[in-house]
Each structure stands twice: as C-alpha cells, then as structure tokens.
C-alpha cells in the first residue's frame, strides 16, 4: 500500500489487524463499519509471542508502538466477537 498506487486493504469487522510503516513518515487513514466504540474495541500485544510474527525490525531499532499496543492483551485472552 501507497500514496503512489492509491490501493486500499479491507478488513472485515471482527478480524485482528495491525501495520508496519517501513518510511520515515506516513499518513494511515483508515474507515469503520459503524461509530466508533471503544468498549467494544479489542487489542492484541503487537508482539505476543503466541502469534509468531516476524516482524521485519532491524537489529538495534526500537519500534514506536503507541501505549494501548504496547500494553495489548495476549491472543489467548481474545473474546470471540
């Protein structure tokens, strides 16, 4: 996805979802099904280990990862919606 091909990645309501921005800046804008309900909201630890994600972070970055993220629930605590 970029500013210069204008592609778009749905997601649909109920499916877990995060990004990697791998530039210096960026712009995510993203669109709801409904009104925004943040006792509905759920968030998974960017970096649970139970996901096995292989995120492509150079040897002696640290990520910006916003609080919420940082402080996500383990996959295995995840509710079914």
Same mark, same amino acid.
């Given at each position: 996805l970029s500013g210069d091909n204008k592609r778009m990645l749905y997601v649909p309501p109920g499916f877990a979802h995060g990004f990697y921005v791998i530039s210096t800046f960026a712009i995510f804008q993203y669109k709801?099904?409904?009104?925004?309900? #943040?006792?509905?909201?759920?968030?998974?630890k960017w970096n649970d280990p139970s996901l096995k994600i292989k995120w492509p972070i150079p040897k002696?970055?640290?990520?910006?990862? &916003? #609080?919420?993220?940082? !402080?996500? !629930? &383990?996959? !295995? !605590?995840? #509710?079914y919606l």
């Open positions: 709801c099904t409904d009104f925004y309900t #943040p006792e509905h909201e759920f968030c998974i002696g970055i640290n990520p910006i990862v &916003s #609080p919420k993220d940082k !402080n996500g !629930n &383990s996959f !295995n !605590n995840t #509710p």
